[in-house]
Each structure stands twice: as C-alpha cells, then as structure tokens.
C-alpha cells in the first residue's frame, strides 16, 4: 500500500506535532529538567558522548536536523566538549549516509541533477570544482541529510567530500556553540 504524497506530509505532520506536544508536556510536567537531564547525563559517564554521538549520526539518516544536536551537545556537554561532540558528530552524520548510500548505489546509474536553478548551478560546479562546490554547499545547508545522499549518487571523491564538509562545518558549529552561550 502506497500513500500519497499528501498522506505522508499528514502523517509527518502528526508525527511532528506528537513529538513536540509530549516533550512540552513532559517539560511542563517537570518529568524532564535541566537537573535530571544533567543527573541522567552524569550517570552515563564517559559513555554519554559516545551515545550522544551514535543518536546523532542515527538522526541523520531519518531526517532530525544536525543542528539542534549541535546545540543540545552544547546545552548538555559545555563548551569544549559540546563542541567536540557537535563537529564529531556532525562529521560522522554527513558522512555515514554518503558512504552507505555510495555502496547502495547501482553501477552506471545516473547522478541525480537538483531541479532548484541555483542548486543545480552548485551541482555542476561538482564537476570542474568539486572541494569548492561541496564547501559552499554545507555552508548553505550544514548537516542536511538529503544533500549527503545526492552527493553520493556523483563522481565526487570521498576524501574531497570529507575534506570539504570539515571545513565548511568547523565554523558553523563554532558560531552555534557561541551563540548558544549567549542564551545560558
């Protein structure tokens, strides 16, 4: 059984809505606060990075926005160590998917082309500036899950896919982590 496109944005949306919906409640309720994330997070020891990463990376292949385990690494690990966790993460989240989806690709396959003109544009430069085609493409779309799996279906090498989304990526984690201790 196949829904429809607009089935599935219903369903997405419910399922957005749900989740939103019970974590105010378990935020209004008290169940989850500041203290027991910390008390929950401290029990966890080293290992809680190590999780925090692994939530990250498997939030990237259904979607989650890379972003905001960027911030909640920050809110949760402090500076020094959210920022490690962010990028690492980041890192791991951009690249897991492209390294799977490049397995799974079929030989001979065609690369997919954005319909977007801007994008498409981007696309293009993968052939004759790859490094600087993926740097501004993570400048403009960070932890983008989708992105990861386009590039994957285009001749780009791996190392210049890496290379570039490290460099595109430092700084905007950098920026969140500052940003963040502004609100703290």
Same mark, same amino acid.
């Given at each position: 059984?196949?829904?429809?496109?607009?089935?599935?944005?219903?369903?997405?949306?419910?399922?957005?809505?749900?989740?939103?919906?019970?974590?105010? $409640?378990? +935020?209004?309720?008290?169940?989850?606060?500041?203290?027991?994330?910390?008390?929950? *997070?401290?029990?966890?020891?080293?290992?809680?990075?190590?999780?925090?990463?692994?939530?990250?990376?498997?939030?990237?292949?259904?979607?989650?926005?890379?972003?905001?385990?960027?911030?909640?690494?920050?809110?949760?690990?402090?500076? $020094?160590?959210?920022?490690?966790?962010?990028?690492?993460?980041?890192?791991?989240?951009?690249?897991?998917?492209?390294?799977?989806?490049? !397995?799974?690709? !079929?030989?001979?396959?065609?690369?997919?082309?954005?319909?977007?003109?801007?994008? !498409?544009?981007?696309?293009?430069? *993968?052939?004759?500036?790859?490094?600087?085609?993926?740097?501004?493409? !993570?400048?403009?779309? +960070?932890?983008?899950?989708?992105?990861? $799996?386009?590039?994957?279906?285009?001749? *780009?090498?791996?190392?210049? $896919?890496?290379?570039?989304?490290?460099?595109?990526?430092?700084?905007?984690?950098?920026?969140?982590?500052?940003?963040?201790? +502004?609100?703290?």
């Amino acid at each position: 059984m196949k829904l429809s496109r607009t089935a599935r944005r219903v369903l997405l949306g419910l399922f957005a809505a749900a989740f939103v919906g019970g974590a105010v $409640y378990l +935020w209004r309720t008290g169940a989850v606060t500041p203290t027991t994330v910390a008390a929950w *997070l401290e029990s966890l020891g080293p290992a809680a990075p190590v999780l925090f990463i692994a939530a990250f990376v498997a939030g990237s292949f259904v979607g989650l926005p890379g972003m905001a385990f960027v911030i909640g690494g920050r809110l949760a690990f402090g500076p $020094y160590v959210g920022f490690v966790v962010g990028f690492g993460g980041g890192m791991l989240a951009v690249t897991v998917p492209f390294v799977i989806a490049r !397995r799974m690709r !079929r030989a001979g396959s065609d690369p997919w082309r954005p319909k977007q003109r801007h994008l !498409r544009r981007m696309f293009d430069m *993968l052939e004759t500036h790859p490094f600087r085609a993926v740097l501004a493409l !993570r400048l403009v779309l +960070w932890f983008n899950p989708p992105l990861s $799996y386009a590039l994957a279906f285009t001749t *780009l090498p791996l190392r210049t $896919y890496v290379a570039a989304c490290a460099l595109a990526l430092a700084p905007v984690v950098l920026i969140a982590m500052i940003a963040t201790s +502004w609100f703290l």
